[in-house]
Each structure stands twice: as structure tokens, then as C-alpha cells.
């Protein structure tokens, strides 16, 4: 029996050079612009999370604008409800994906059908029946329904509307899928109606969605760890961990040791070793949105970059140290600031609610000029925020 390679040593800096690039963060437009290629970042991303705070433009929105410098709100309308190339559903979070790969998200609805939603047990068959009978006439937002008797809600995120409940329940459950949105207020229809297919695809196997996981973070991390391929899906990572070590062997991934790492194992293709990477320009900078897939898994985040995000929206203002939704300035292959930002929609305004030095930033050589490069992307930032 072969003894496993002994990992390739790999500083932080070339980790950082490593996942830049494979986010796309190295180039200022790598995916073009219009509706294709909010497809095109959505597939070589995966996902691109949803979240509803918008005390600056929406995480969705903020997370294609940082890889399309031309990005507008209407493209991402058009991939979706148009062009039907991306749609929605869960992966750690509720995210838009690719349409091509919806196969490998339905064992999931079908889990959800066959054994029901933890949490949506309380939905009755009454209220079910109700919404299908009206989705089946045609698309349905929940403001179309007012006969709803509200009820009690039983966890916090919960809607006290019993129609949007069974909403919920069926988009989990694939019958139903999100075909537009306005804001947040979602229109529901009836998968296959919005995607013209007569039956749905072939749901892929255990096998095949483990390769895609893999895959997946292969191509828009780069340098992965079974925590960050199996963010929150800690269920899968021993399907994963047996897929890794096969690829080992047979010398399509390479094992590496990144500095400060510890005892936690990383692995990259060998082209991204041979690649070499030519840096990062100084000038580049993105105003990155906290549930940016560079910095949602913090841990990580921390590790390849030295920075601890501190998410604070849900912490007491007196015990604030970056702000309320302070977002990380990456300059570069640094990340040297965190801004807490607040768009003034009516004064038509972005305002500067605290700035804060992280990283090299706090080093006061060169930061005149350093601030003066954020300066200018606060510029460009705040006419995406404040466009209509």
C-alpha cells in the first residue's frame, strides 16, 4: 500500500493568489456584462447567496456587482425570470444557482416531499391544497392572497401567514420555484411551467452530487479543506474525504500545508501549483458584501488573510467594534479596511458610518494613497447603491 504524498508547503500569500483567482477577484471584468454573465459568475461561482438586510444593496446584488463592474439589478431579472439560467434554492443558505445544475438539488426536494420540512411541519393539507389550486391558474405572490387567518409563528423567520408557509413548503419540496422577485417579495410558479419542461430532470446520485461538491469548490476556491467544501453539511464530508483521497492517488490533487494551518488538510489541482500566478495588480479594489463567498466562511477567511470578519448586525451597538454591517475593503491581495456603510436612499446619499483599519491598512506608510484608491471605488459603490 502507498504511503500519501507529503503535502507541498504554501504560504498565505499564494493561498490568497490561489482563491482570488479562482473568485475572479484578480481582473476587474471577467465576466463580461448583461444577464449572461450574471450566468456565467453564478455557474463558475456555484452559488451566490441571498440574505434581506438592506442597509446598503442586497448580498445577491452586491456579490455580482464585485465580478461585474456593469452589473444592473435587471440582468440579474433577466437570467432568471427571462432567460431562466439561473434559479433558486438552498445550499448552506437560500442562494441562486445554475439552472444546469438543478439535477443535483433534487434528492433534496424529493427528501423534503418524501419526509416533510422541519420547518414546515405545521403546514396543513388544508393550506397546501389552497395554494396549489391557486398556483396552478398561474404565477402567485403572497400579497394575491388576503384571506389568510394569521397565526402564531414558531420560530423567528417564520411568516404568521399559513398560504406563505405552504408556499414555502412547496418550493422546498421542488413543486413550486421562484420565478421573479421585486425586491423581496417573491412570485411563485409551477416548476415545471417556469422552466417548460413536461417532467423533471433525472435527480443525480449520492456519487455524483459528492463529485459536485468537490467540483464545485475546486473551480471557485481553488485551495480547498473539507470544512470549506462541506460549509455547514457536515453529513457529507466522509463521502467527500474517500473522493478526495482517490483523486490523491491517482495524482489529480495535490495535498498542501498552509502556513499556520495547523493540523488542517488542504488540496489543490496540480495546474493551479504549475499556474505560478503573476499577482495581484495594487490598484484593484472591491467593497466586498459580508456573505461574499470570499469571506462567509470566516474561519477561512482568517486564515488565508488575517482578517476576522465580525458580522454585528445582530450585536448590541455598544458592543459594535466594526459596525452594523461593516463591509471588508480588499486592495489588491489585501484586505486593509472595513467600512460600515448606510444608503440613504431618500437624500440620495451612501453614508460613512465608521472606517476602520485592518490588516497592512493600519500601517500609516502610503495609506494617503491607499485611502484615496477606496475613495474611488466608494465613488463608483455609491452610484450602484443609490441607481434605480
Do not use: C
Given at each position: 500500500m502507498s504511503r500519501a504524498p507529503k503535502p507541498l508547503p504554501l504560504t498565505t500569500t499564494q493561498a490568497r493568489q490561489i482563491w482570488l483567482h479562482a473568485q475572479r477577484l484578480d481582473e476587474r471584468a471577467p465576466f463580461g456584462d448583461g444577464a449572461q454573465a450574471v450566468a456565467d459568475a453564478v455557474t463558475h461561482l456555484g452559488y451566490v447567496q441571498i440574505d434581506t438586510i438592506n442597509v446598503i444593496e442586497r448580498s445577491h446584488h452586491h456579490i455580482l456587482f464585485s465580478r461585474i463592474p456593469s452589473y444592473r439589478r435587471a440582468d440579474l431579472r433577466q437570467a432568471q425570470s427571462?432567460?431562466?439560467?439561473?434559479?433558486?434554492?438552498?445550499?448552506?443558505?437560500?442562494?441562486?444557482?445554475?439552472?444546469?445544475?438543478?439535477?443535483?438539488?433534487?434528492?433534496?426536494?424529493r427528501e423534503h416531499k418524501r419526509e416533510g420540512h422541519k420547518w414546515y411541519a405545521s403546514v396543513k393539507l388544508a393550506d397546501t391544497r389552497k395554494v396549489m389550486r391557486l398556483l396552478r391558474a398561474g404565477p402567485l405572490t403572497i400579497r394575491d392572497?388576503?384571506?389568510?387567518?394569521?397565526?402564531?409563528?414558531?420560530?423567528?423567520?417564520?411568516?404568521?401567514?399559513?398560504?406563505?408557509?405552504?408556499?414555502?413548503?412547496?418550493?422546498?419540496?421542488?413543486?413550486?420555484?421562484?420565478?421573479?422577485?421585486?425586491?423581496?417579495?417573491?412570485?411563485?410558479?409551477?416548476?415545471?411551467?417556469?422552466?417548460?419542461?413536461?417532467?423533471?430532470?433525472?435527480?443525480?446520485?449520492?456519487?455524483?452530487?459528492?463529485?459536485?461538491?468537490?467540483?464545485?469548490?475546486?473551480r471557485s476556491q481553488g485551495v480547498v479543506s473539507l470544512d470549506s467544501i462541506c460549509h455547514l453539511d457536515a453529513p457529507r464530508k466522509k463521502a467527500v474525504a474517500s473522493l478526495i483521497a482517490a483523486r490523491v492517488r491517482r495524482g489529480d490533487l495535490v495535498p498542501v500545508a498552509i502556513d499556520g494551518a495547523g493540523k488542517q488538510e488542504h488540496w489543490v489541482q496540480p495546474s493551479v501549483l504549475e499556474d505560478g500566478g503573476e499577482g495581484l495588480s495594487p490598484d484593484l479594489v472591491h467593497i466586498l458584501s459580508p456573505f461574499d463567498p470570499l469571506i462567509?466562511?470566516?474561519?477561512?477567511?482568517?486564515?488565508?488573510?488575517?482578517?476576522?470578519?465580525?458580522?454585528?448586525?445582530?450585536?448590541?451597538?455598544?458592543?459594535?467594534?466594526?459596525?452594523?454591517?461593516?463591509?471588508?475593503?480588499?486592495?489588491?491581495?489585501?484586505?486593509v479596511a472595513a467600512l460600515d456603510l448606510k444608503a440613504d436612499r431618500q437624500a440620495k446619499k451612501l453614508l460613512m458610518q465608521k472606517w476602520t483599519w485592518v490588516g497592512q491598512g493600519k500601517k500609516t506608510v502610503g495609506r494617503k494613497e491607499l485611502k484615496r484608491k477606496i475613495e474611488d471605488e466608494l465613488d463608483r459603490f455609491e452610484r450602484f447603491q443609490l441607481e434605480e
Open positions: 427571462v432567460d431562466r439560467s439561473v434559479f433558486e434554492y438552498w445550499t448552506h443558505a437560500l442562494s441562486y444557482v445554475p439552472s444546469a445544475d438543478f439535477r443535483f438539488f433534487l434528492p433534496a426536494m392572497i388576503e384571506d389568510d387567518v394569521l397565526t402564531e409563528k414558531e420560530h423567528l423567520w417564520q411568516s404568521r401567514k399559513p398560504s406563505k408557509r405552504a408556499l414555502q413548503l412547496a418550493f422546498y419540496t421542488g413543486v413550486a420555484t421562484i420565478s421573479a422577485r421585486l425586491g423581496m417579495l417573491k412570485t411563485y410558479d409551477m416548476m415545471t411551467r417556469h422552466f417548460g419542461w413536461d417532467k423533471l430532470p433525472k435527480p443525480a446520485s449520492a456519487k455524483e452530487i459528492t463529485a459536485y461538491l468537490l467540483d464545485r469548490a475546486l462567509i466562511q470566516r474561519k477561512r477567511t482568517n486564515l488565508i488573510f488575517g482578517y476576522n470578519h465580525l458580522f454585528e448586525a445582530y450585536v448590541p451597538k455598544a458592543k459594535r467594534k466594526l459596525g452594523y454591517f461593516a463591509l471588508p475593503v480588499l486592495v489588491g491581495d489585501e484586505i
